[in-house]
């Protein structure tokens, strides 16, 4: 099936630090999602993108729709203990079943005190 | 307004027997989905529906079978467990737009 390719697998920062990760697909997508999986939690969704170039904050949250509709960028600044968890990102691409959504495999962060 | 509910949170079962899973939703949502996470491999969608009375099956649908009787449940069903079913269960609803809200999910060991 379908596969987003998301980047990196895994990050260990330093508190205060800004992060980024982004995803990438092969076929254009007319939605993107980031979420985050807290340890023993379901994911929880953080920001929602709909349009080519829209750039949406959700706090210290920054998620942008890549103008080719193939990729996303997510990028969290200044970062603090408790952004530590796995992020997601997903996709909806035209013609998808169902409006079914396509999940990365996850970028794992990791934040040192 | 609980959002997404599965029952149970944790399971332990013996090869060969069987289990249903509970999800139930408060949204009113149409749309509801079941997936699978294993370490490495992220969210595989299992089986989905798009309304009460219909499902369909998604990327890993073998080993499950599933129900929507009532729009608020969706039930996950292990008719013969395998230990390749070890597995953390989540299930997710939505309404007419893509984002998908998930429930707190299922760790079930299958010995």
């Known amino acids: 099936g379908q596969q987003l390719n998301q980047s990196p697998q895994s990050m260990f920062i330093q508190e205060g630090e800004d992060v980024s990760m982004n995803c990438t697909s092969s076929s254009i997508f007319n939605t993107w999602l980031w979420y985050k999986q807290d340890p023993g939690e379901g994911p929880v969704l953080l920001i929602a993108?709909?349009?080519?170039?829209e750039l949406t904050s959700n706090g210290r949250l920054t998620a942008q729709f890549g103008i080719t509709r193939k990729d996303s960028f997510l990028n969290i600044s200044a970062s603090i203990p408790s952004d530590v968890g796995i992020y997601f990102c997903?996709?909806?691409?035209?013609?998808?079943?169902?409006?079914?959504?396509?999940f990365g495999k996850g970028t794992k962060l990791s934040v040192k005190p | 307004n609980a959002g997404v509910t599965q029952t149970p949170k944790f399971r332990v079962l013996k090869t060969g027997q069987s289990m249903t899973l509970l999800c139930a939703q408060d949204m009113n949502h149409e749309y509801m989905y079941w997936y699978r996470q294993d370490p490495g491999m992220g969210l595989r969608l299992i089986h989905y529906s798009v309304g009460e009375g219909t499902t369909a099956k998604g990327e890993v649908p073998d080993g499950y079978n599933v129900s929507r009787l009532k729009k608020q449940n969706f039930l996950l069903g292990l008719e013969s467990a395998a230990p390749s079913q070890t597995s953390v269960y989540f299930c997710a609803s939505r309404s007419r737009g893509y984002e998908q809200y998930f429930g707190p999910g299922t760790r079930l060991t299958v010995t």
């Open positions: 993108l709909y349009k080519a170039g």
């Open positions: 997903a996709g909806q691409n035209y013609g998808g079943s169902q409006g079914n959504l396509i």
